[in-house]
């Protein structure tokens, strides 16, 4: 992999999605000339102490110019605490420090297999990158996604027209399945049959990586999650994101999600 490059990135644009979510795009040829679908970055939101740790975003999108080379990335966020609401307020012109890529990116597909892509909730993030990736390889691919309500489902449209087939559920019924988005993964799974060459990708809260995984190993279907431990340096320093997964041996170890991930194989995991 090549060396993460720290940017001091502008701010290109600040599209607000709604009253939570938005997707903020920066300055940052480099880094995102080397980006790969599934890595992340580090951004500190802050000059001073507060927050004192940088924060970890997949990316979301490589920004491209006009003769489409890679000018800059973008990150979906969602707005929960001081660092996140100074990107939701962040204006074009603004700088921060963006530390990336950093990670082990998703492995991509050849064109005779499916993708299935599992998104709950922000989880959503790493998949337009991935999704422009494997339709770039003429690979089919297909996203459950899921939420709370209607209003937690975003960028439809961005799919729609990547020609991405759309699975949807939301909690409280307001749009697709009612309840939670692995109800009609399972449901695929089972009519899907041996024949199709199907992986899963999946990224979202942890009880929903646990079914996903277990899914997959029902249905013996490959699956790589994108785990979401809290990271406080993401460079494999602090320990803070460690993981327990099982080595050749099927022994129990621990691993530090920033460097073994955050995307793993979703049948080595032990979950707690």
């Given at each position: 992999?090549p060396?993460?490059?720290?940017?001091?990135?502008?701010?290109?644009?600040?599209?607000?999605?709604?009253?939570?979510?938005?997707?903020v795009?920066?300055?940052?040829?480099?880094?995102?000339?080397?980006?790969?679908?599934?890595?992340?970055?580090?951004?500190?939101?802050?000059?001073?102490?507060?927050?004192?740790?940088?924060?970890?975003?997949?990316?979301?999108?490589?920004?491209?110019?006009?003769?489409?080379?890679?000018?800059?990335?973008?990150?979906?966020?969602?707005?929960?605490?001081?660092?996140?609401?100074?990107?939701?307020?962040?204006?074009?012109?603004?700088?921060?420090?963006?530390?990336?890529?950093?990670?082990?990116?998703?492995?991509?597909?050849?064109?005779?297999?499916?993708?299935?892509?599992?998104?709950?909730?922000?989880?959503?993030?790493p998949?337009?990158?991935?999704?422009?990736?494997?339709?770039?390889?003429?690979?089919?691919?297909?996203?459950?996604?899921?939420?709370?309500?209607?209003?937690?489902?975003?960028?439809?449209?961005?799919?729609?027209?990547?020609?991405?087939?759309?699975?949807?559920?939301?909690?409280?019924?307001?749009?697709?399945?009612?309840?939670?988005v692995?109800?009609?993964?399972?449901?695929?799974?089972?009519?899907?049959?041996?024949?199709?060459?199907?992986?899963?990708?999946?990224?979202?809260?942890e009880?929903?990586?646990?079914?996903?995984?277990?899914?997959?190993?029902?249905?013996?279907?490959?699956?790589?999650?994108?785990?979401?431990?809290?990271?406080?340096?993401?460079?494999?320093?602090?320990?803070?994101?460690?993981?327990?997964?099982?080595?050749?041996?099927?022994?129990?170890?621990?691993?530090?999600?920033?460097?073994?991930?955050?995307?793993?194989?979703?049948?080595?995991?032990?979950w707690?």
């Amino acid at each position: 992999m090549p060396a993460p490059v720290d940017a001091s990135a502008r701010v290109l644009a600040n599209t607000r999605l709604s009253a939570d979510y938005n997707v903020v795009a920066f300055d940052a040829p480099e880094l995102a000339a080397v980006t790969q679908p599934g890595q992340f970055v580090m951004i500190r939101t802050a000059a001073g102490t507060d927050p004192l740790l940088r924060r970890p975003f997949s990316v979301f999108e490589v920004v491209r110019d006009g003769t489409g080379a890679p000018a800059g990335f973008s990150i979906l966020s969602k707005r929960v605490g001081p660092g996140t609401a100074r990107l939701y307020d962040a204006s074009a012109g603004d700088r921060f420090s963006c530390l990336g890529p950093l990670g082990r990116p998703f492995s991509l597909l050849s064109p005779a297999s499916e993708a299935w892509m599992i998104a709950g909730g922000v989880g959503l993030a790493p998949f337009v990158l991935l999704a422009d990736a494997l339709r770039a390889r003429d690979v089919g691919v297909t996203l459950f996604y899921g939420g709370r309500r209607s209003e937690d489902l975003l960028y439809l449209d961005w799919f729609a027209s990547r020609r991405v087939s759309l699975v949807l559920a939301t909690e409280d019924g307001s749009r697709g399945t009612a309840g939670l988005v692995t109800a009609p993964l399972e449901a695929a799974l089972s009519s899907a049959g041996s024949g199709r060459d199907v992986m899963l990708y999946a990224c979202g809260p942890e009880p929903m990586l646990k079914t996903v995984a277990s899914l997959a190993q029902r249905f013996d279907r490959r699956v790589e999650l994108s785990v979401e431990r809290m990271m406080g340096c993401g460079m494999g320093g602090c320990y803070s994101c460690v993981v327990r997964v099982l080595d050749e041996d099927g022994r129990a170890r621990y691993v530090r999600s920033c460097l073994a991930g955050p995307v793993m194989d979703g049948k080595v995991i032990v979950w707690e």
